[in-house]
């Protein structure tokens, strides 16, 4: 199978302030990849989770910061955030504009936990 197709634009979720489009993952023939394209608002941060696979997030535009073991690492455009299977993270918006952001996935779908290991219920396709 031969996909190709344009990206959509991520759309608000039921996170605050977080938008989110599902650009490439199982419904589209992959079988151990997913792609998600994110925007996270000034002052928005994702929740802190793992997942069962490891992650790989581009920062397109913008300033965060990634929490994750105990440490804090600011980012911005054309950093690349490499995060291990299992890891417990979280990524702010610290800066006045938003955060917009590549997550790479080495599975499809992409199981997300909370730290606790409690299944997070994502309001989009992964």
Known sequence: MLNVFEAIRPEPTALAGIAHATLASAADGLRQLSVWRQIVAPGAATPPHSHHCDEVV???????????????????????????????????????????VIGIFGSTPVATLLPDGQAIQLPWAT
């Open 58 to 100: 581009l920062c397109v535009s913008g300033w965060g910061e990634v929490h994750a073991g105990g440490q804090a690492r600011r980012f911005g455009a054309d950093a690349v955030v490499v995060l291990p299977r299992g890891q417990v993270h979280q990524l702010f918006n610290i800066g006045p504009l938003p955060l917009e």
